[in-house]
């Protein structure tokens, strides 16, 4: 039996420009750099980003773009998923809607095609 895993502490993202990625991710999803953890972006390391929360992680790595990439989901409470859908809109993005039956799903990709879905359970 696999030890117990607590969480997720941070997900990889490749993007082809981490400066316009960072604006990106804080002005969409609410991420900001993690000052703690600053210094490891420095000679092509991570830059990584927390939520609001600090409970989610990105680590922004500058490469080219990789094929076969993992869609990261993030769960959101039913009253959130509508303002999430609209906020979403005003960033320009049209974001797919699917009925799961037992759940609702948004899916949409930041500029770097990176795969996102927030999902809310009904």
């Not at 316009?20 to 969409?28: F, L, P």
């Not at 703690?36 to 409970?55: F, I, K, M």
């Not at 993030?74 to 049209?94: K, P, S, T």
């Amino acid at each position: 039996m696999a030890p117990q895993i607590e969480r997720i502490d941070h997900i990889h993202l490749y993007v082809a420009d981490r400066g316009a990625a960072q604006r990106w991710y804080d002005e969409v999803l609410g991420f900001r750099v993690v000052p703690e953890l600053a210094h490891w972006a420095e000679g092509g390391g991570p830059l990584t980003l927390a939520d609001a929360s600090g409970g989610v992680h990105l680590a922004l790595f500058e490469r080219p773009p990789k094929a076969n990439r993992a869609t990261i989901a993030f769960g959101v409470a039913n009253a959130q998923f509508a303002a999430w859908q609209a906020h979403l809109r005003e960033h320009g993005m049209a974001a797919e809607k699917e009925d799961h039956g037992v759940a609702w799903s948004l899916y949409f990709s930041d500029p770097d095609g990176n795969p996102y879905e927030i999902t809310t359970y009904l």
